[in-house]
């Protein structure tokens, strides 16, 4: 089945430019140098005679950038949320969610890990705690646990993939021949056959340097050495990395990810 992404952001969680920096890729004049937090927005068209496949817009993660990411790439629905994990370059946003509740009447189903529940419910705590509130309202969000095993957003299976963000346990996801691996220093022994085969990976690269809980561009090459997937994508990227100059110096079929960057896709239905 054929589906789209767009990359909504493809920065780290200070987003480039950064504030208060006057660095050569902050200052840059380059378009692709500009990165919201990381988002992507899987569209999956609806499939005639297939049950359950009605077309959808499924959002992995909501950035603090939402709003604007929602704005200037024209998303005018969400049928699901997917979240990797609860850091707070991942989750803030979830109160722009309201505005999708209303233009489609509906709560929204959102995916997420039980211990990545436990932060956004804290977080958002008058999402959840059922305590009548006057005024401008809150999210509608239906929640669901992921408990590692494949599950069916919208007629779509999404593979969920365990990895390491130093030494938190968070999600990457598949959806049939691409895989999203954001915010990764360590891929487990255990998710290695769970992304094997994916045409298209894309996946966290924050910098050159050794980072605590981030691969570098090195360790994501070799990570996609490895997967050996057609094409590759690196996201998640610090104003150390110039679009330009970084992009001169990938090997073939790898290429940095930038913000409204499209990709057509195979996703598996259920």
Known sequence: MNARI????????????????TCAVCR?????????????????PE??????????????????????QALTFG????????????????????????????VQGAAIPCYAAPQAWESIRRTFYYVFDGVPRQGGGI??????????????????????????????????FRFGSVAYLTDCSAIPDDSWPLVAGVET???????????????????????ISRIAPRRAY??????????????????EAVELAYDGLVLDVTVDAS
């Open 28 to 44: 840059s004049t380059d378009p692709r140098d500009r990165r919201w937090r990381p988002s992507i927005y899987l569209e999956v």
């Open 201 to 223: 990976l894309v996946i966290d690269a924050l910098r050159d340097r050794k980072h605590a809980t981030h691969f570098t561009v090195a360790e994501a090459l070799d990570a």
């Open 75 to 102: 998303l005018t629905r969400i049928d699901a949320v997917l979240f990797t994990h609860s850091h707070a370059d991942h989750i803030l946003g979830l109160d722009e969610i309201r505005r999708f509740n209303a």
């Open 139 to 172: 999210p509608k969000v239906e929640p669901h646990e992921i408990d590692g095993r494949p599950f069916v957003v919208s007629g779509l299976r999404v593979v969920p993939v365990p990895l390491w963000h130093g030494p938190t346990p968070i999600l990457g």
């Open 47 to 68: 499939v005639p005679g297939v049950p359950g496949v009605r077309g959808a817009g499924i959002l992995v993660d909501t950035s603090p950038d939402l709003r604007q």
């Open 234 to 251: 690196l996201t998640h990227m610090a104003h150390d990395l110039g679009h330009a100059e970084t992009s001169a110096r990938l090997p």
């Open 6 to 21: 767009t990359f909504l952001g493809t920065g780290t969680s200070a987003g480039v430019p950064m504030i208060g920096c």
